[in-house]
Nanobody, 124 residues
Framework: QMQLVESGGGLVQTGDSLKLSCAAS????????MGWFRQAPGQERQLISS????????YYVDSVKGRCTISRDNAKNTVYLQMNNLKPEDTAIYYC?????????????????WGQGTQVTVSS
């Protein structure tokens, strides 16, 4: 079992920045990958960014490329998402996800571990 605890959400204005954090505990050896999903009201939960723990390979959905940076601290078993130039359409609940088994965060969600979610609201 892996436990994930997110922090860093909040209410900001258009153009502001936020940094989300997600700390993993429990079964963390090894971590295969971690990432961030978001879900807006009435929409499906979408993977927006992920990072492979072993080699640092990263993925970004087109809508956040150039505005978001995912990073990891292996010693702290923590993943971060720096979000810049936030827009109202970024408003959603952001969920941290982690995997200890090889596979896709996006396509093999049944094996993902999930955080409780943190609300990000961007006002215009």
């Amino acid at each position: 079992q892996m436990q994930l605890v997110e922090s860093g959400g909040g209410l900001v204005q258009t153009g502001d920045s936020l940094k989300l954090s997600c700390a993993a505990s429990g079964h963390t050896s090894p971590i295969f990958a971690m990432g961030w999903f978001r879900q807006a009201p009435g929409q499906e939960r979408q993977l927006i960014s992920s990072i492979n723990w072993s080699d640092g390979y990263t993925y970004y959905v087109d809508s956040v490329k150039g505005r978001c940076t995912i990073s990891r601290d292996n010693a702290k078993n923590t993943v971060y998402l720096q979000m810049n130039n936030l827009k109202p359409e970024d408003t959603a609940i952001y969920y941290c996800a982690g995997r200890i088994r090889p596979g896709s965060l996006r396509w093999n969600r049944q094996d993902n571990y999930w955080g409780q979610g943190t609300q990000v609201t961007v006002s215009s």
